[in-house]
Every structure is written in structure tokens, then in C-alpha cells.
């Protein structure tokens, strides 16, 4: 009978053991750009998201017109020596005005 006790006592020690499963919380995943069938898509994705994430883009006013996305972009060239080829950069552009500017689908 004895035994008996000293054996449950050693059992609910065991269970009660700071063995709880940790609760790993990863951080979310970076911004990523609109998804969108347009052209530009691909090539932003390729060019525009390899030094900032798309919080960038969705932070600019949603009434930024087609002219501020062409001078962002050729900013992000010029200033920043983003390695955008000139001639992605109209399909760039539409995107933009398009996904995060004022052409964007009411
Ligand atoms: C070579 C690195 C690089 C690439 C590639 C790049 N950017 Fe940037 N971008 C920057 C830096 C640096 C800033 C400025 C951060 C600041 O001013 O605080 C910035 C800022 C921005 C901003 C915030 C507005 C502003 O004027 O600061 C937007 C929008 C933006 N980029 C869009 C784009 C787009 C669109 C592309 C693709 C054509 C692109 N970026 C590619 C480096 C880059």
C-alpha cells in the first residue's frame, strides 16, 4: 500500500514538470505587393521589393495620380540605383496607378 502512494506521488511530480509545449509566435510575414493580373505586377514584384517592403507603396495617397508613381519610380532609379529597365518602367507605372493610385477599381 505504501508503495503504492509513493508511486502516485512520483507520477503527478512528473506531470506537473514545466514541460508545456512553448508558444513560438513568428513575426508577420513582410508586406507583400497587391497580387493583380496586370504586367506590372511581376516586374514590381522583381524590381521595387528588394530593399523595402510594400508598405511603401501602400502607404503613398490612393489619390496619387499616374505622374507621381512615374516620378516615384524614376526616383527609386536615379536616387537609389533601384535596377529597374527603362523600358519595364511604363508597366510598372500602370501598375502602381492602378493597385495603389487614384485608377484604382472603385
Ligand atoms: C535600391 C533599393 C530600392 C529599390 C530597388 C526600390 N526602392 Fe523604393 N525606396 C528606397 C529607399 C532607400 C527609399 C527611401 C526611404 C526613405 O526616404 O526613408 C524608398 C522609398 C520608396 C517609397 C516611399 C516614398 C518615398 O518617397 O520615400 C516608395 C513608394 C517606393 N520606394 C517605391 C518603390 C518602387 C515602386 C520601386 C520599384 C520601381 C522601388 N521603390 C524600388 C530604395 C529602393
Not at 58 to 84: E, G, I, L, N
Not at 85 to 93: L, Q, S, T
Request: aromatic share 6%; glycine share 2%.
Amino acid at each position: 500500500m505504501k508503495h503504492a502512494t509513493l508511486l502516485a506521488a512520483c507520477v503527478c511530480a512528473a506531470l506537473a514538470s514545466p514541460l508545456a509545449a512553448k508558444d513560438i509566435q513568428l513575426p508577420p510575414d513582410a508586406v507583400q505587393l497587391k497580387p493583380s493580373p496586370l504586367p506590372g505586377y511581376a516586374k514590381a514584384q522583381a524590381n521595387c521589393t528588394m530593399c523595402h517592403s510594400a508598405e511603401y507603396m501602400r502607404m503613398q495617397p490612393p489619390s496619387a495620380a499616374r505622374p507621381y508613381w512615374d516620378a516615384m519610380v524614376h526616383r527609386m532609379k536615379t536616387v537609389f540605383k533601384a535596377p529597374v529597365a527603362d523600358e519595364d518602367m511604363p508597366e510598372i507605372v500602370d501598375y502602381l496607378a492602378r493597385t495603389y493610385g487614384n485608377e484604382q477599381p472603385k
